[in-house]
């Protein structure tokens, strides 16, 4: 069965640093793109980056573009999300995610909490 495990969730203040994990299991991690999305509170859920299934490529969005850096470590099955220069408007619940290519069936994780305050 497919299973997604965010870590590396917490409390940071603005302008520090963080780095997600997830943890993929259940299918052929190495065949998927992968994305991180968040859900702000009170806000839904957007998409944050997504990486190849091969790590050649990689899309964020544009209030992420140059603080974080999408990554992953095929053997490990695992992809990562870097995120520098954090900002109180990136508080959410981080979650990584894959579409099944045919059933386009939907896949996430239960989420990480990322808080930035001071």
């Known amino acids: 069965q497919v299973q997604l495990v965010e870590s590396g969730g917490g409390l940071v203040q603005p302008g520090g640093s963080l780095r997600l994990s997830c943890a993929a299991s259940?299918?052929?991690?190495?065949?998927?793109?992968m994305s991180w999305y968040r859900q702000p509170p009170g806000k839904e859920r957007e998409l944050v980056a997504t990486i190849a299934s091969r790590g050649g490529s990689t899309n964020y969005a544009d209030s992420v573009k140059g603080r974080f850096t999408i990554s992953r470590d095929n053997p490990k099955n695992t992809v990562y999300l870097q995120m520098s220069s954090l900002k109180p408007e990136d508080t959410a619940v981080y979650y990584c995610?894959?579409?099944?290519?045919?059933?386009?069936?939907?896949?996430w994780g239960q989420g990480t909490q990322v808080t930035v305050s001071s």
């Open positions: 259940g299918f052929t991690f190495s065949d998927y793109a």
């Open positions: 995610s894959f579409r099944r290519t045919f059933s386009k069936q939907d896949y």
